[in-house]
């Protein structure tokens, strides 16, 4: 017998394929103050601004601790995907990783327990199931960059007969 830690697993609601992101917090919603580790991949379409985006096919994994506290599940997560995007001034493809941190309450209630917490925001805990797919959503647009640079000396195009200027100068007088 071993004497490490109850450590529960937390189950996704349906398929993989289908929705990766929604989990089953039965178990933890009986178990107050019990938290539970949770990972997962999947994609999410329609991640774009305007110079960036996260492809509908980009895989986006999340490692996440849930946490049973009395107004629902606090959700820490990691997430990580891959951007890309046009460089502003040059127009070249550019692609990078994003990582980002987030933290955010999910609970039945979510208008009468927004007021009294640190949260800005509660999402939803519709029944027993945490859907994280809207949360993934806001933090990866909310993080896109606006505007990308391939490097931030990018001389960009010329205004005039559009030589990329960190290729090569051009005699054009602006
Ligand atoms: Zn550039
Ligand atoms: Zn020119």
């Known amino acids: 017998m071993k004497h490490d830690t109850y450590k529960p697993t937390l189950t996704t609601a349906s398929s993989m394929e289908t929705h990766p992101f929604v989990v089953n917090v039965t178990k933890l919603l009986n178990n107050p103050g019990s938290r539970v580790t949770f990972s997962c991949v999947g994609t999410i379409p329609d991640l774009s601004v305007t110079s960036s985006r996260v492809l509908s096919e980009q895989n986006i994994s999340v490692d ?11 959700v820490s997560s990691i997430i990580k995907t891959v951007w ?14 994003l990582i980002l941190r987030t933290k955010e ?15 800005f925001e509660a999402y939803p805990l519709a029944m027993d199931k945490v859907d994280l797919e809207p949360m993934i959503r806001d933090a990866i647009v909310l993080n896109l960059p606006a505007v990308p640079l391939c490097n931030t000396r990018c001389k960009g195009l010329c205004s005039v007969c559009g030589t990329n200027l960190n290729e090569q100068m051009c005699n054009c007088v602006v």
């Open 84 to 97: 890309e995007g046009e460089c502003r001034r040059c127009l070249s493809a550019i692609s990078s990783d």
């Open 105 to 119: 309450l999910f609970c039945q209630d979510v208008a009468l327990d927004t007021a009294d917490t640190d949260y």
């Open 64 to 74: 996440a601790v849930f946490e049973s506290v009395h107004s629902g599940v606090l």
